[in-house]
């Protein structure tokens, strides 16, 4: 099975701009969907992003839509999410997540996660 491992939080500033890295540990994404969530101190977890590893097809949730980009490094086997123009609500643990579906309703493998905080 696969074992994701996030990597790349911090503490930036309100505009900036972070890169987050998934790496599988165990085995390769191949066959996979990978996918991005996020949980803020008080909330539920949400989805963030997600792509297939072989067909591609990214999709996000709508506040993200137009400022982060998932994107996979076939040489480098992971799974990368560009966080732009980030404002004080984008604060939480990202978490990056596996599974073998398409489209998964649900993930089956989980990364620890990584705070991301940004500061106004």
């Known amino acids: 099975q696969v074992q994701p491992v996030e990597s790349g939080g911090g503490l930036v500033q309100a505009g900036d701009s972070v890169r987050l890295s998934c790496e599988a540990s165990?085995?390769?994404?191949?066959?996979?969907?990978v996918g991005w969530f996020r949980q803020a101190a008080g909330k539920e977890r949400e989805f963030v992003a997600q792509?297939?590893?072989?067909?591609?097809?990214?999709t996000y949730t709508t506040s993200v839509e137009g400022r982060f980009i998932i994107s996979r490094d076939f040489a480098k086997n992971a799974v990368y999410l560009q966080l732009n123009r980030l404002k004080p609500e984008d604060t939480a643990v990202y978490y990056c997540?596996?599974?073998?579906?398409?489209?998964?309703?649900?993930?089956?493998?989980w990364g620890p996660g990584t705070q991301v905080t940004v500061s106004s």
């Open positions: 792509i297939n590893w072989q067909r591609g097809f990214p």
């Open positions: 165990g085995r390769t994404f191949n066959k996979y969907t």
């Open positions: 997540a596996a599974d073998a579906s398409l489209s998964p309703e649900s993930y089956a493998y």
